[in-house]
């Protein structure tokens, strides 16, 4: 019979290693299948929820840390056409519709099409105000806020590819 050494000096039968590995692989592929099924779907529900409660904190006044961005963001994006409550009300509106669609998956290809718009309004501080968000030593607490949501992106991309394998005409 031949054996195998293990990392402790003993030796264990080949058979026997061969027969863990097996049951070990097999265990392997059952959570490949569970994270492949769920894991999408989960991705999706925990998108949805932070965007519907940060959006929904945007209504409240003064419950954003970002809402003097947001104001100020508007301002820049519209030419001074939005500003105020405004901003925050809109931004918030969007926000909530993302998060809803992302967790019912209901319009969800609109509500990919919202987070795109909203990914814009998101970034574009980085651009408005570089100077105020970056400093010598680095990038402030708030730019740190923004340039999180890059993770933000990639879910949504991984999102969209299960939302988007459909065609788009009716059956």
Do not use: C
Not at 22 to 32: G, I, N, P, S, T
Request: aromatic content about 10%; glycine content about 10%.
């Amino acid at each position: 019979m031949s054996s195998t050494t293990l990392g402790t000096g003993r030796t264990a039968p080949t058979a026997g290693l061969d027969h863990v590995l097996e049951r070990a692989d097999a265990a392997q592929a059952v959570l490949q299948r569970f994270l492949a099924r769920t894991g999408v779907p989960a991705l999706r529900i925990s998108l949805g929820l932070v965007f519907a409660v940060f959006g929904a904190l945007k209504f409240i006044p003064g419950a954003s840390p970002v809402d003097d961005l947001v104001m100020r963001t508007w301002n820049a994006l519209s030419f001074g056409l939005v500003d105020g409550y405004a901003a925050m009300a809109l931004t918030a509106t969007l926000e909530v519709f993302v998060g809803l669609t992302f967790i019912t998956g209901k319009f969800l290809r609109v509500g990919l099409l919202a987070l795109a718009a909203t990914f814009v309004g998101i970034f574009s501080p980085l651009v408005f105000f570089t100077g105020e968000l970056f400093s010598t030593a680095g990038p402030t607490l708030t730019a740190q806020y923004i340039l999180k949501d890059v993770v933000l992106v990639a879910a949504a991309m991984v999102v969209a590819t299960g939302a988007l394998t459909r065609p788009i005409r009716r059956r």
